[in-house]
């Protein structure tokens, strides 16, 4: 059994990562810390933790002196350094998934979209960035045809207000979102830039947030350099995703929130093509606690200690 530690417990993503946790026989949780909930049981975050552990409120030293075989950080964005900096002194072996936005452009670090970047670079890897939710259903939209775009992929997304973490926040009160849609970040995104470097060309993405509380939903406007035919189409993604177990091509209607939400994987669909074929739009609907972020993680983890990706996922 691999030993997981988790720091940010507290967060959506923290809680969805203990209950999968739970759901594996090869990995466990070790340690779980979150300053506000020091002390408590672990099943407090979450009941499937396992009995007896207690939420400890630990520093960058402190989870450098864990014994564990990984480490994952759910911490807001711009936190990890100091404790990516004492487990590298303390122990230089340890796994680390971040799960912010901080390696995400970092050569020195993998990637972790296992289904497009490959999974030799993340086998026994130890430094992997998690992916962001937006980027990775907008990266599922167009991956498959970025070959064939004349000019960037105009992308439109809208998730659910957990995505916008347990701060409080405009973006996240429910209050201010009660009968309303929220667009924010209108240029630069860090989604727009993270789908940019890993596409290898250029994105335009515009994010909102609704009412709801978990999902996303990307949708793609693509434009060709020569025409395609629709099985042309549908081909580049039923055999970009052959053999994905994670991702559902849907075929006979668009994919929407519910598609998406409380799901571990991503449905991808529309497949809506103009007439002289040199436009498409495409959609992908995925949960951003999920295969946003946690079901990315242990899909990370297992690769990384070279264990079954999947068990428990699929
Ligand atoms: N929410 C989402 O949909 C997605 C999130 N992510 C990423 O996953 C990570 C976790 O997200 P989420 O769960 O929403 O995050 P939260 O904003 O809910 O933060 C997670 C926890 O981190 C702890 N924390 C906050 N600041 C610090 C600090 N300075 N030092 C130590 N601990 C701190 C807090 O617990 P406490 O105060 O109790 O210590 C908090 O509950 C983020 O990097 C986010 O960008 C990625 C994809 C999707
Ligand atoms: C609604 C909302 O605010 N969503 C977040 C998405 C958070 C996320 O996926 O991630 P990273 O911070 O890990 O990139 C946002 O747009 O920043």
Redesign the pocket.
């Known amino acids: 059994m691999k030993r997981i530690g988790l720091?940010?417990?507290?967060?959506?993503?923290?809680?969805e990562l203990i209950r999968l946790l739970a759901g594996r026989e090869d990995m466990g949780l070790a340690f779980a810390?979150?300053?506000?909930?020091?002390g408590a049981p672990a099943t407090a975050l979450a009941p499937e933790a396992p009995e007896g552990l207690t939420i400890e409120?630990l520093?960058p030293e402190g989870v450098a002196g864990k014994d564990v075989d990984a480490v994952v950080?759910?911490?807001?964005?711009g936190?990890?350094a100091p404790y990516v900096a004492a487990i590298e002194a303390a122990r230089p072996g340890a796994v680390i998934v971040?799960?912010?936005?901080?390696y995400r452009f970092d050569d020195a670090w993998a990637y972790g979209l296992p289904e497009l970047q490959g999974r030799e670079r993340l086998r026994g890897a130890t430094r992997i960035a998690?992916?962001?939710?937006y980027a990775t259903a907008g990266q599922f939209c167009v991956a498959p045809v970025r070959d064939r775009l004349a000019g960037p992929a105009h992308l439109f997304g809208v998730?659910?207000y957990?995505?916008?973490?347990?701060?409080p926040s405009r973006r996240n009160d429910p209050v201010a979102l009660a009968d309303n849609l929220m667009p924010y970040g209108l240029t630069g995104h860090l989604h727009e830039r993270e789908m940019s470097r890993h596409l290898g060309g250029e994105v335009r993405f515009s994010p909102h947030v609704a009412a709801f509380f978990?999902g996303?939903i990307v949708t793609a406007q693509l434009e060709f350099a020569d025409p395609l035919d629709e099985a042309t189409l549908r081909n580049a993604y039923v055999r970009g995703f052959a053999d994905e177990p994670l991702i559902e091509i849907v075929e006979d209607r668009v994919p929407e929130i519910t598609d998406g939400a409380n799901q571990n994987g991503a449905a991808v669909g529309g497949f809506a093509l103009g007439e002289d074929g040199r436009r498409a739009v495409m959609v992908c609907a995925l949960d951003?606690?999920l295969k946003?972020?946690a079901v990315q993680a242990i899909q990370n983890l297992a690769l990384a200690l070279e264990l079954d990706e999947f068990d428990g996922l699929v």
């Open positions: 720091v940010g417990a507290r967060g959506h993503v923290g809680r810390s979150s300053r506000a909930m020091a409120a520093g950080l759910a911490l807001p964005n936190e990890a971040d799960l912010s936005a901080d998690n992916p962001g939710c998730s659910g957990s995505g916008a973490g347990t701060s978990r996303l951003n606690l946003g972020a």
